[in-house]
Each structure stands twice: as C-alpha cells, then as structure tokens.
C-alpha cells in the first residue's frame, strides 16, 4: 500500500511541475497556511517538518510546498551526507496525501493560517513556483541555517509588504534547543554532543531558535505583521489541527550513555588499583578502550577537518578523542608486554586531566560521560606507569 502511494506521489510531483505554475489564481482565492508536523521515531525525525499549505477556491487546487524533499539512492548519497554537502529541494504535494503519510506515522499534523492580504498571498503563491521551477528546487541543505523549517520562514518573510516581528522569547542555544527534542533519546543525544563543537553553544534569539519546525510554530503564533504603514495585524487568523500525536509505545533505554559511562570508570579505577596491588600488567584490559577512543578520534577529527556541517569545525574534544590512540595502538602492545616504561602513558593523563581543567573556559559543553571515560583511562595509564616504576626498582 505505501509503495503504490508512493508512486501516486511522484505522479502528482510531475504534474504539480506545471499546474502550480501555470494555474495563476485570482488572490482572493487563496489561502496560505504553515505547515508544522510532529515528531517521528526515526533520528532524522525527531524535530519534526515544516510545510507551506497553499489552497485554492476557485480550483479546488489543494498543495503543500515541502524544502525537505531528499533521495537516499543519490549517488554518493551518504558520503555527501558526511561531508555536508547534502541537497535538498523544494516537492509539492497535494494537501491530503501529505497528511495522510503523516498520520499513518502517528505524527501530527498542525495549521497556522497567515493572516496575508490579497497581494501577499498572491506575492508568496509565485515566489513558491519560481523556487519549484527545476532550475532552482534544489539547495544546499545546512541544518542550523538552512533547512525545511528555514526555507519556509524565509520565503514567507519576503512576501510580506513590510516585516515580521517575531516575539521576544528567552534566549537558547542551539544545543538546547537540540536537546529538548532528544529527552528521549539518550545515545542520540550523546551522540550529537560528541560531534558538535562551540558554535551551538552561542546564545540565539528567538528567529536564530526558529531553525527547528515547533520552535517556528511556536513563534508563529505569537508574530505580528507590521505593514509599511506601521499597521499591525496577527501573523495567524486560525490555527487547526489535522490529525493528532500517537502516544509513544515505548519508553527509553534504561542503560543510558551516563549509567555507561559510571560502571565504566569503576570498573577502570578497580582494574587500577587490582594491578597495582597485585604488581600484574593487564594490558589486554587497557587495549579495546585505547582502539574505541582512537576510532571515536578518527570520526570527530575527519569532520573536524573536512566536512561543512554546521559546528563540528569548533569541537574541542578533538584534544582528546583524535587518532593517536589508534595508531600508537601496535607499540602500546609491544611495550605493554614486556613491561616498559612508556612515554605515552605519562602524557596521556596529563592532557586529559588539563583538558577535563580546562574545558568549561572554551565555552563548549563537554558531555559528562565523556570526562568519566577518558578519566578512566588516564587512572589506567597512572596504573601502567606505577607499575613500571615497581618492576623497575625490583630489578
């Protein structure tokens, strides 16, 4: 059933190529709405979707106007995707299948009608078909600036005959915003707090916060019009919901990264203090720790280095997950089992206790689960390095 819906989407696509372009409504017939749909299950869900509604009377032409249209079989796709240099485009759906795909996934669907004039709406309905014609649907998707959420804000801003004032919300971060949405989601949250750097850590505004779709239509609702005459109105003359939130059918993971984290620097402190007393090298012990922070150093650092997404470029925990580790890896062994000194395992801890000193002044929130696992393996080269010093004093 889905893929036949599929297909009748795509058909719709083709035709929605020229009947939007070509129908040239009569103003007074429009109606232009925003668009907000809920979260979903999957991670590229869970901020929900924004939409533009564009109704016709006079047709009975029903569209929605969607930036966040993606093809997984792109060449390259996942690739580009790591790189950040991803496309989105601009599809056009009618009005009744985009909300039926959105209810067969539990997820709501809201509606805020703009309260735009005959000109505005008319000025909103050609700048959506000049931005589908195939020469310009297409752009570089970026996921703080540029996204399905920001595209419509933006395309809306500029049809009205005047501005937008948005209202004056608390300040936020784009971290928390981020990870409002990610409650839920434990590892999905680490996960982002690893590989994004200070930048979403600067303080944004209330349209700066308007980057993810319920924080848009939070602000929506509140917006005011203030044409060229300084003449006030409401951005929302109704607001509507189409179908509601499914109630979620399972409750997060009771093993988080933070309860992770704990049992593993406990079981790092006891596994020191055991070979310290016992005058045993477990080195074997030390090995997959040293090779996970090394492999976890090699994705931060290639992002660090060579991908565009937004904020990965700013990341201080690259002082202490980068690819070292892994490559001192084949020596770490060798020297391990016969029982040497090594210059690794005195700087190890020195950096990572400077870094865990130093780490609120670069203005970056440092995930508490991960001071807890480097502060594990420094208490385990301290180990190494006692160890060392005993065998070397017995001898």
Known sequence: MRHCLHLLWIACLWLAATSPATAGPAADSLHVSLITCGPGENAYEVYGHTAIRVRNDSTGEDWTFNYGVFNFEQPHFIWRFVLGETDYQLGVAPFDYFVMNYAEDGRFVDEQVLNLDSNEKARLYALLVANYQPENRVYRYNFFDKNCTTQARDIIEQAVDGEIRWPDNPPHSYRDLLHMFTAQDAWL???????????????????????????????????????????????????????????????????????????????????????????????????????????????????????????????????????????????????????????????????????????????????????????????????????????????
Request: charged share 20%; aromatic share 12%; with cysteine.
């Open 189 to 395: 949250r680490f996960g982002q707090d690893l590989l994004i750097g200070t930048e979403a850590d600067q303080t944004l505004g209330t349209r700066g916060q308007d980057f993810l779709p319920l924080m848009l239509e939070r602000d929506m609702a509140g917006a005011v019009i203030v044409d060229k005459a300084g003449k006030r109105r409401p951005a929302v003359t109704e607001t509507r919901q189409w179908t509601p939130q499914a109630p979620k059918t399972g409750t997060g993971t009771w093993f988080t990264p933070r309860k992770a984290a704990l049992a593993w620097f406990v079981l790092a402190l006891g596994i020191a203090v055991a070979q310290v007393v016992r005058r045993r090298n477990w080195w074997w012990f030390d090995v997959p720790f040293i090779a996970l922070q090394g492999v976890a150093g090699c994705l931060i650092t290639f992002l660090f280095l060579a991908s565009t997404h937004p904020g990965v470029d700013s990341n201080w925990l690259i002082a202490v997950l980068n690819p070292l580790p892994l490559l001192y890896l084949p020596w770490e062994i060798r020297r391990a089992r016969r029982r040497r000194l090594d210059a690794y395992h005195i700087a190890a801890p020195a950096v990572i206790w400077a870094f865990t000193a130093l780490s609120p002044l670069t203005g970056q929130t440092v995930p508490t689960e991960l001071l807890f696992f480097i502060n594990g393996l420094a208490l385990l080269s301290v180990a190494r390095v006692r160890l060392a010093y005993l065998n070397k004093t017995n001898e």
